[in-house]
T-cell receptor, first 110, second 114 residues
């Protein structure tokens, strides 16, 4: 089952608003990743984080690797309609053990 | 650069049957991982293949098996299908070239077991 607790489960926001979602775990991970999945497609990698405390941006997206190595957050600034989708956090201990959260479903109203 | 492809796109099987799903890895990648994604859930790791050998396995029974071929493509086989096997099956390829070898997903195969 899922070992990562991702919140919120869903968000309904107005275009232009900022969004914040997070992921926590009882276990330590060496890498945190954030993926976005749209209907009929596989998850697409948005940001990968490799060191505790690391803060990384990809355009309007910013993610941080928590200093305890048990959590991560993703922020989206100035949301636009194409941000709609399901965002997943994933934690990895080694190359073949990647665990996913249950996802945050984002809806953006124009 | 060719991305990860999977076939078929959709599949309907009957309980007790067997199914084979296929995945072609991204150009330059030598590792394939398979995931099961139930409706409303995140992907769950089934297993990973590297250089034609299983290189790690999640909490799935032995009736889930796989193969990797010399060209790094892969198959997922599921025997004795159960209703709960209905899900989106995703494969992801990576290079295992170093610590920062991230996985890139295909579009998935939607399996329905009736």
């Amino acid at each position: 089952g899922q070992q990562l607790n991702q919140s919120p489960q869903s968000m309904f926001i107005q275009e232009g608003e900022d969004v914040s979602m997070n992921c926590t775990s009882s276990s330590i991970f060496n890498t945190w990743l954030w993926y976005k999945q749209e209907p009929g497609e596989g998850p697409v990698l948005l940001i990968a984080l490799y060191k505790a405390g690391e803060l990384t941006s990809n355009g309007r997206l910013t993610a941080q690797f928590g200093i305890t190595r048990k959590d991560s957050f993703l922020n989206i600034s100035a949301s636009i309609p194409s941000d709609v989708g399901i965002y997943f956090c994933a934690g990895r201990r080694d190359n073949n053990d990647m665990r996913f959260g249950a996802g945050t479903r984002l809806t953006v109203k124009p | 650069e060719t991305g990860v492809t999977q076939s078929p796109t959709h599949l309907i099987k009957t309980r007790g049957q067997q199914v084979t799903l296929r995945c072609s890895s991204q150009s330059g990648h030598n590792t394939v991982s398979w995931y099961q994604q139930a409706l409303g859930q995140g992907p769950q790791f089934i297993f990973q293949y590297y250089r034609e050998e299983e290189n790690g396995r999640g909490n799935f029974p032995p009736r889930f098996s796989g193969l990797q071929f010399p060209n790094y493509s892969s198959e997922l086989n599921v025997n004795a299908l159960e209703l709960d096997d209905s899900a989106l099956y995703l494969c992801a390829s990576s290079s295992l070239a170093g610590f920062r070898d991230e996985q890139y997903f295909g579009p998935g195969t939607r399996l329905t077991v009736t």
